[in-house]
């Protein structure tokens, strides 16, 4: 499902006195709510802008044969961790180039943002600054189910570490690979907090992204 809200836009993690970047969220008359960001830049997470740079580790789970990254900010105060996702939880890798299959984890959410590699790209690492083109999918906590793809319209573009997109992608994205395919599990700080930008996704919702990293333009 790709909603088309041109005329009306729900605009996520809204603050007063923060000004809204709303044509960022403008792509061929559709709107992608991950899409959706302050133009006020997030915390420091790493990357080639001058910004605190990042460590990862890489866990590959024999029995599944994903792997796990996680990542840690040396941005102090203002940053924040990346932990993997535990290995059970992890939705099916599925195939490059078809839309993957996601599982909302039982129990409870999460309170910091996981991540997981389901595929391995070996392209060009994704970096803050950079415009990439992804296919996404996005499930809930809420609705236990998916609420929004990518993969029934078209690619979505936005610029990383710029605000465009929700804090979670803007830390979760960074240093994936061309090819490759990442799982992230984003609780509400750093996704749409107290506000529901549309159907499926309730106020102070966990959401679960799969996310295709087609393209570095």
Known sequence: MRL?????????????GRSLLIAACLASGAVALAACGSSTPPSSTGGSNGQAAQTSTT????????STTTTTSG???????????????VSPAGVSGK?????VPSGNPPTQLESADLIAGTGAVAMDGDSLTVQYVLATYSSKAVVQSSWTS????FTLGE??????????VVGMHVGGRRELIVPPSLGYG????????????????????????
């Open 59 to 66: 866990t590959t789970t024999a029995a599944s044969g994903s």
């Open 4 to 16: 088309n809200l041109t005329r009306h836009l729900p605009l996520p993690r809204s603050r007063p």
């Open 154 to 157: 078209q690619s979505f573009q």
């Open 75 to 89: 941005a102090g105060a203002s940053g924040s961790s990346i932990a993997p996702i535990p290995a059970a939880a």
């Open 194 to 217: 107290a506000q529901s930008p549309g159907p499926g996704i309730a106020a102070n919702d966990t959401l679960v992204f799969v996310i295709d990293l087609l393209s570095i333009n």
């Open 99 to 103: 839309a993957p299959t996601v599982v």
């Open 163 to 172: 605000g465009q997109v929700i804090p979670g992608w803007d830390k979760g």
